[in-house]
Every structure is written in C-alpha cells, then in structure tokens.
C-alpha cells in the first residue's frame, strides 16, 4: 500500500545567517516552509561542528513548526534526552553512529518522540530495514554529511526507490527525507523516486529573506509526478 505522505519542505538552518538564526526560522515559517531542520554536528562523527540543544531551545518559540533535529554525533545516546528536552518534535539518528541504533530509537519513541534513523551515501539500504519499524521518518542522505552546498549524489535515487518499497510493504506511514543538494532541478527526481520530505539549505536560504517563499515554492513545484 502506497504510504508516501504529504509533500513537506524542511529548510536547513545551516544555511541561514547564524547571527540571526531567531529571525531566519520566523522567516523560513512565514514563507511556507513546513518543518525546521536542524543539523547538529561534533566535529567527530562529522568534520564540522554546529548547534546543541541550548540553540533548538533558543530557537523553538520562534515557530510552531515541527523540528526536524538531524543528529551527526557519536555516540548518540547521551545526549538524546537532551534534545527531546530542548524541543526535538522528529530527532533522527545515523545508523553509522554506534552498534545499538535499535536502543537510540527505542530511548527516542519511548520518550514520546518520532525518531528518525538516516544512512550515509555509502551505507546499503538493509542496514535501516531491521529498525524499520521503529521509525517515523527515514532519512536519505544525497551527500556525505558535514556541509551544505554540496552536490546532489544520483546514486542515491536507487536508494530511495527501494526504501520507498521497503516502508510501503511494511504499510506504516513512515516519512521518507532527503537530504542534500536537492535543488528545484533535482527535486522532481526525488519525489518521483519515493521521497515525500525534502530537506534544502542552499537553495531555500540562496538570496536571502525576501526570496525565501519563492524559493520554497520552486522545490515545491518541481515535485510533481
Ligand atoms: C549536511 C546536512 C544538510 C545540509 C543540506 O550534512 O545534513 O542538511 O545542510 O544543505 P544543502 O541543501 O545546501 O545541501
Ligand atoms: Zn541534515
């Protein structure tokens, strides 16, 4: 049974203007964007370092949207609590990150969050389906992990037409995001591939604030079947 959701564009606050951050989520929410996600890196799991929970916190009352929290850390666990507490509504984990993706998601849902599991561009799709079940969301990525701007990775699309397959068997409404360099020229591709929740940093925040809506509008009308 088809369970691709709704159309969502969660814009990637990596991009905005980091001095600002308070008032580029009000202007990413104003300009029709449908979830904030929030890109937290350790400088370990990652080679860059970026927000903590003590930022999402700051920056949750600036919208009423979901926060789509991408966590690139490891290890994982301690600091799962840490962010339901800031205000997590999706907190997504790398499969890559530790041996026990099974206990992160089950700490997460526990919690009463919609936990989120993600794969690098390199990982095989069967490393997420044994946790499938755990999961709200399942996250793509279209690059390797640790900045914006970076290419779109086409090898990818495989990816997600076979995740499509894997959550409309299980027939649960699980969301399926992409993330990295989706762009109004690509993004037709990964909606038609199976995704329904499109991550953008560059090409939402490109121009700044008085370009945002049509920027999101663009992605937006590049998904059609
Ligand atoms: C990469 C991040 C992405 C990134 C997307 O590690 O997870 O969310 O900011 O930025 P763009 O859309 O510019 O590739
Ligand atoms: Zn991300």
Same mark, same amino acid.
């Given at each position: 049974m088809n369970q691709k959701q709704t159309l969502a564009i969660s814009p990637s606050i990596l991009s905005a203007d980091f001095a600002k951050l308070g008032e580029e989520v009000r202007a990413i929410t104003a300009a029709g964007a449908n979830m904030v996600h929030v890109d937290v890196m350790d400088g370990h799991f990652v080679p860059n370092l970026t927000i903590g929970p003590d930022v999402l916190k700051a920056l949750k009352p600036h919208s009423d949207l979901p926060f789509d929290v991408h966590l690139m850390i490891s290890p994982v666990d301690p600091y799962i609590d840490a962010f339901l507490a800031a205000g997590a509504d999706y907190l997504t984990v790398h499969v890559e990150a530790g041996p026990h993706v099974h206990r992160s998601l089950q700490a997460i849902r526990d919690r009463g969050c919609k936990a989120g599991v993600t794969l690098n561009p390199g990982t095989p799709v069967e490393s997420v389906l044994g946790v499938l079940d755990l999961c709200d969301l399942v996250l793509v990525m279209s690059?390797?992990? *640790?900045? *914006? *701007?970076q290419s779109f990775i086409n090898s990818q699309l495989e990816k997600i037409q076979r995740l499509r397959a894997a959550i409309d068997a299980l027939g649960k409404p699980i969301r399926l995001e992409v993330d990295g360099g989706v762009k109004p020229d690509n993004a037709g591709d990964v909606w038609r591939a199976g995704a329904d929740t499109i991550v953008a940093g560059s090409a939402v925040f490109a121009g700044g604030p008085s370009k945002y809506a049509a920027n999101i509008q663009a992605i937006r009308d590049a998904c059609r079947d």
């Open positions: 690059v390797n992990p *640790g900045f *914006g *701007g």
